[in-house]
């Protein structure tokens, strides 16, 4: 006789769902017993933090992945990271365990009392089967959801008594496909209108490293002749940044966004909401300057639907990007003018952010990754970091902190399982650092040789930058004195550094690149508060 837990890990296997993420409770231990030999369990100290490392795995591998958390108040302590997996469209199976279903009815300790609707709406399917026999389906049907455009979470309440229960057969494995093509009629219409555009801009967004189109997009950057920004808040980037067409990032304000659309008649936006907006100020001529035509690729009909302004086109951003480029004339268009360069930096003590990216971008190694999280200062790595190469930068995208540091542990994981190795490299800042430091326990027992870099100022500085702009003067909690992150690194088992300047922080970031293990680097900085916009 087959169980429904031999059915499930049967099926989990033809997936290849065989890495779990997860932190074991009671209502799950059922579901994990004789755990098999070909599946890997990453154990993560907290569930915010298997959350996050699976997101960071799945984006890095292109694969969907399994957390396991624990009934109620796992998945409480995992929504935060849930919530940012929602907004990276993240591919994601998340099981929970449930009390038995004979003790259900009066909810005993560790019932989860109404399990579909806990995790939403940051799941595209909530669900908890009605008999035991029909977990392995739940399963696929799940598989499916989430794979699918746009991808995203699913969660699966599973009680813990159904596991020995007899299955009803060999589980069904189905594949579904993940590209929708645009649709031609309209794909046809924004050719039309590009060719007759006498000065376009391009904004590439996060879609395109997603779907794996860096090429198609330089394709159509290069035939159509444009500028190309990034969008505001861009969790990933689909464009060479050393590209002589590229131009920066769009600021995430209406009416300084709507200033940098001025003079452009077609602004075609692919793989990016329109626009990510944060803080509210409003322009004299709403979200688009006049005379400005927006057209709007997406593979999120959502996405299409809450657009305030622009005509969208549904489909697979890089078969969009390939279409494009195919159907368009040659345009004779000058080169646009240079991207300003780097601003150039004075390394005192402390070091401004500045001078630190400065350092960091002179030691980069060729493939290297980065994961930021230091809000306060994501303008000036940006400005000193260039990303040239595809999935490379990988960035909550949910504005909700804790999401870097364990995405960095499951990035490098990921990176080893597929054979790449590249260099894993977590920018996050000393309050970003505190969300979710249980996940360098797990990089040390995975012997991942990721590299953390903490600009240390001792306050959330974004917030104040925030408390400036609002006129939100006597905001308490937003310094943070005393914390010593060496010290905490060390005790979840890290190679940790304290380095005052360039010289010590370039020898220092060396080493930590040939380490077999995880490093953090603390580099106290300076505390100026820098603009928002």
Not at 69 to 83: D, K, Y
Not at 91 to 107: K, Y
Not at 447 to 461: K, S
Not at 484 to 502: L, M
Request: hydrophobic share 40%; with cysteine.
């Amino acid at each position: 006789m087959t169980t429904v837990h031999e059915a499930t890990y049967d099926l989990l296997r033809s997936l290849g769902l065989t890495t779990v993420f997860g932190n074991p409770g009671s209502t799950e231990e059922p579901f994990l017993k004789n755990f098999p030999a070909d599946f890997t369990y990453v154990l993560a100290l907290q569930e915010a933090s298997a959350v996050a490392m699976a997101d960071g795995y799945a984006q890095a591998s292109g694969r969907p992945v399994h957390v396991n958390l624990h009934t109620a108040p796992g998945t409480g302590n995992g929504m935060g990271s849930l919530v940012t997996a929602w907004h990276n469209k993240t591919p994601m199976i998340v099981s929970a365990g449930q009390q038995t279903r004979t003790m259900n009815l009066f909810e005993p300790m560790l019932t989860n009392v109404r399990p579909t609707q806990l995790p939403e709406p940051y799941v595209k399917w909530s669900h908890e089967p009605l008999r035991a026999q029909d977990i392995p389906e739940a399963f696929m049907r799940a598989y499916a959801t989430a794979v699918q455009a746009p991808a995203g979470p699913v969660y699966l309440s599973l009680p813990l008594d159904d596991w020995d229960e007899p299955a009803s057969g060999p589980p069904v494995v189905r594949r579904v496909s993940t590209r929708v093509a645009p649709d031609p009629e309209v794909l046809a219409k924004f050719v039309e209108i590009l060719a007759r555009s006498r000065n376009p801009m391009l904004v590439i967004g996060a879609g395109i490293d997603r779907s794996g189109g860096w090429a198609e997009a330089v394709a159509l950057a290069e035939r159509l002749g444009a500028p190309v920004w990034q969008p505001p808040f861009a969790d990933r980037i689909g464009f060479p940044q050393d590209h002589p067409q590229f131009q920066g990032l769009l600021p995430p304000a209406i009416g300084p966004l709507a200033e940098k659309l001025a003079g452009y008649d077609t602004v075609l936006v692919i793989g990016a909401p329109v626009f990510r907006y944060y803080p509210y100020i409003p322009g004299p001529h709403g979200y688009l300057p006049g005379g400005t035509r927006l057209l709007h690729v997406t593979d999120d009909p959502s996405e299409a639907a809450r657009a305030p302004v622009g005509d969208s086109l549904v489909g697979d951003v890089t078969l969009a990007c390939a279409a494009l480029a195919a159907q368009l004339p040659p345009m004779d268009r000058p080169m646009p003018p240079a991207r300003p360069g780097a601003p150039t930096t004075e390394p005192g003590v402390p070091l401004s952010p500045e001078a630190l990216f400065a350092a960091l971008a002179d030691e980069w190694p060729t493939d290297g990754i980065v994961v930021p999280e230091s809000p306060s200062n994501l303008s000036a790595l940006h400005r000193q970091l260039i990303i040239t190469r595809p999935g490379s930068y990988f960035k909550m995208s949910s504005g909700g902190l804790g999401f870097a540091l364990p995405a960095a542990v499951g990035i490098a994981l990921a990176e080893r399982d597929t054979g790449r190795r590249r260099p894993v490299i977590g920018v996050i800042g000393d309050g970003s650092f505190q969300y979710s430091p249980q996940a360098l326990w797990t990089a040390a027992q995975q012997r991942l040789p990721v590299v953390f870099v903490v600009p240390v100022n001792q306050e959330y500085g974004v917030l104040k930058a925030f408390a400036e702009l609002e006129n939100a003067s006597g905001v308490p909690g937003l310094d943070l004195p005393g914390l010593d992150i060496p010290g905490i690194a060390r005790g979840y088992g890290c190679t940790a550094y304290q380095v005052e300047t360039v010289d010590e922080f370039r020898a220092a970031f060396r080493t930590a690149l040939g380490t077999d293990g995880p490093s953090v680097l603390a580099v106290p900085i300076s505390r100026d508060v820098a603009p928002l916009l």
